[in-house]
C-alpha cells in the first residue's frame, strides 16, 4: 500500500479512533449534546422522560442549563425519582464523554461531610454511553477518570449499583477496582428489584482499565 493510500485511511479512521476524554458541560459541546437527546438517549438510564425535559430546559435557557449540571451549591433544589416523588437534590456534577463528538455522560454526587448517601440515592456515580458509541471501553474509561477527581470531594469511597444482569456495567465497574458489597431489593420509587451495590475504595481505585 503506498504511503498515500495508508494517509488517506489513516484520517477515514480518525474520527472513529479519537481518544475518548471527559469535558465540562459547555456551549462548546451542546449541540452534539442535543443531537444524543434528539435520537432518544437520555442520561437518566431509570427515566427515559428526562431527555425531553432537557430539551425544553435548554430551548428555554442553555445556559441555565449548563449551569445547573455543575452546580454543587443546591440549597432547597429536587430531583423526581422515576415514580414521580420529588426528594431533595444532593450536590454533584455531571461530566460528558467527547471524542469528537458527545458520546456519554457520567455523574458524581455525594453528601457533605459523609461518605453515606440517602436511602433513595442508588449510588455515588451515575454513567450513561449513547448507544452507538457502546463496546469501546468508554464508560470504563469515563469511571477511570472521574475517580481521580473523586478525592477532593471528601470521599473515601464510592458506591455504584448496577441489576445483576447487566454485566456490562458490572465489568466497567469491577475493573475499576470495584468490590460487589451486597445484593438489595430497590426502593418502590425504582420499581423493586435486586440491585447490586460495589463499593471502590478511592485510595485503592488505580485499576487497569
Known amino acids: ?123 455515588h456515580i451515575g454513567y450513561a454511553v449513547v448507544p452507538w458509541k457502546q463496546r469501546r471501553g468508554y464508560a470504563t474509561q469515563a469511571l477511570r477518570d472521574l475517580l481521580r477527581d473523586v478525592q477532593a470531594d471528601g470521599l473515601h469511597y464510592v458506591e455504584i449499583t448496577t441489576q445483576p444482569d447487566n454485566v456490562a456495567s458490572r465489568r466497567v465497574i469491577e475493573r475499576n477496582g470495584g468490590v460487589l458489597v451486597e445484593e438489595f431489593t430497590k426502593l418502590p420509587a425504582y420499581g423493586g428489584g435486586a440491585e447490586l451495590r460495589y463499593r471502590i475504595d478511592i485510595d485503592q481505585a488505580d485499576a487497569p482499565g
Request: net charge negative.
Open 1 to 123: 500500500m503506498s504511503t498515500h493510500v495508508r494517509a488517506a485511511c489513516a484520517d477515514l479512521l480518525s474520527p472513529i479512533e479519537a481518544a475518548m476524554t471527559l469535558v465540562w458541560p459547555s456551549r462548546e459541546y451542546l449541540a452534539s449534546y442535543v443531537a444524543a437527546l434528539e435520537r432518544g438517549w437520555s442520561p437518566n438510564n431509570l427515566r427515559q422522560q428526562q431527555a425531553a425535559e432537557e430539551l425544553t430546559e435548554i430551548a428555554t435557557d442553555a445556559d441555565a442549563f449548563l449551569a445547573k449540571l455543575v452546580e454543587r451549591d443546591v440549597t432547597g433544589r429536587q430531583i423526581v425519582l422515576p415514580d414521580g416523588t420529588s426528594v431533595p437534590k444532593l450536590p454533584g456534577y455531571r461530566r460528558w464523554m467527547w471524542d469528537g463528538e458527545f458520546c456519554g455522560s457520567i455523574a458524581l454526587r455525594w453528601q457533605p461531610g459523609t461518605n453515606a448517601l440517602p436511602p433513595y440515592c442508588l449510588g
